[in-house]
């Protein structure tokens, strides 16, 4: 299911890029988010990272970095 490029919509992008400045994530972390956000929509059968997998990602943050 996961490919090597992940397409954010413009809504999930901005949501990604003010965690990252609010959050002062390393790129490290951007990654980790990312992944954890893919495996969370995969889990979902979605096709697509949606908002809400990422808002979920974040809220494991500190466990994953």
């Given at each position: 299911?996961?490919?090597?490029?992940?397409?954010l919509?413009p809504?999930?992008?901005?949501l990604?890029?003010?965690a990252?400045?609010?959050?002062a994530?390393t790129a490290?972390?951007?990654?980790?988010i990312?992944?954890?956000?893919?495996?969370?929509?995969d889990?979902?059968?979605?096709?697509?990272i949606q908002e809400?997998?990422l808002?979920e990602?974040?809220?494991?943050?500190?466990?994953?970095g």
């Amino acid at each position: 299911m996961g490919s090597q490029f992940t397409v954010l919509s413009p809504s999930s992008e901005a949501l990604l890029q003010a965690a990252t400045k609010r959050l002062a994530l390393t790129a490290r972390s951007y990654d980790h988010i990312l992944r954890t956000a893919r495996t969370i929509a995969d889990l979902s059968n979605s096709e697509r990272i949606q908002e809400a997998h990422l808002a979920e990602a974040l809220t494991y943050r500190r466990s994953l970095g």
